[in-house]
């Protein structure tokens, strides 16, 4: 069974620094989804990655796709206070389930 | 700009009380999901649906869980007999485009069982 691991769970960190946030999963898959979600609210689709070695960017936050080592990244750059959320990455397993990760929950602060 | 919406946002029911939860989807969209997250945690794959019929659904998703789509453009999800475990956040998605799979979700329904 598909589980997806993300690390760390909790990150704080200062305004202005750079930091990477990993997402690990066990079992096979070429379709990753990363989501923004605030205190209360839904979630919100930040990247789709469809394949090895894929990299999206928005604004201070990219991400990268390694379909071989099972692994995304979400890198955070010159972190601002706006940027305070907890993070999921999603595996696609198959067509119609898609297994989320424990999710980081990240404090920027000023 | 197209959205999921779901019905009500916050309910609170007695344990042992029948829930229905609603959610329409983003109109052209094909597959269907629930998610739930307890507070603070996880969020958790309970049940998809496409065609009319569920395409998969997790080990949470018990006999005490039912989902329909009863007029084409509701999707509901039904909890037969609630218990206190319960309690949580249920987040309906769909899903249309099957070249990128991007799940778009509702606001969410908050449970809370008592």
């Known amino acids: 069974e598909l589980k997806v691991e993300q690390n760390p769970l909790f990150l704080s960190m200062q305004e202005g620094k750079n930091y990477t946030i990993y997402c690990n999963y066990s079992?096979?898959?070429?379709?990753l989804y990363w989501y923004r979600q605030d205190p209360g609210k839904s979630l919100e689709s930040l990247f789709v990655?469809?394949?090895?070695?894929a990299v999206k960017q928005e604004g201070r936050l990219m991400a990268s796709l390694d379909t071989k080592a099972r692994l995304s990244t979400l890198h955070i750059t010159a972190a601002v206070h706006d940027l305070s959320a907890t993070y999921f990455c999603?595996?696609?397993?198959?067509?119609?389930?898609?297994?989320f990760g424990t999710g980081t929950r990240l404090k920027v602060l000023a | 700009e197209p959205e999921v919406t779901q019905t009500p946002s916050h309910q609170v029911t007695q344990m042992g009380q029948e829930v229905i939860l609603r959610c329409v989807p983003i109109?052209?969209?094909?597959?269907f999901y629930w998610y739930r997250q307890i507070l603070g945690q996880k969020v958790e794959f309970l049940v998809s649906f496409y065609n009319n019929e569920i395409s998969e659904k997790s080990e949470i998703f018990d006999d005490q869980f039912s989902v329909e789509r009863p007029d084409g453009s509701n999707f509901t999800l039904k909890i037969r007999s609630t218990k206190l475990e319960d309690s949580a956040m249920y987040f309906c998605?769909?899903?249309?485009?099957?070249?990128?799979?991007?799940?778009?979700f509702g606001e969410g329904s908050r449970l809370t069982v008592l």
């Open positions: 990655l469809l394949s090895n070695g």
């Open positions: 079992t096979t898959s070429d379709r």
């Open positions: 998605a769909s899903m249309g485009y099957l070249n990128t799979g991007e799940l778009f």
């Open positions: 999603a595996v696609a397993s198959g067509t119609y389930k898609y297994i």
């Open positions: 109109s052209n969209h094909l597959y």
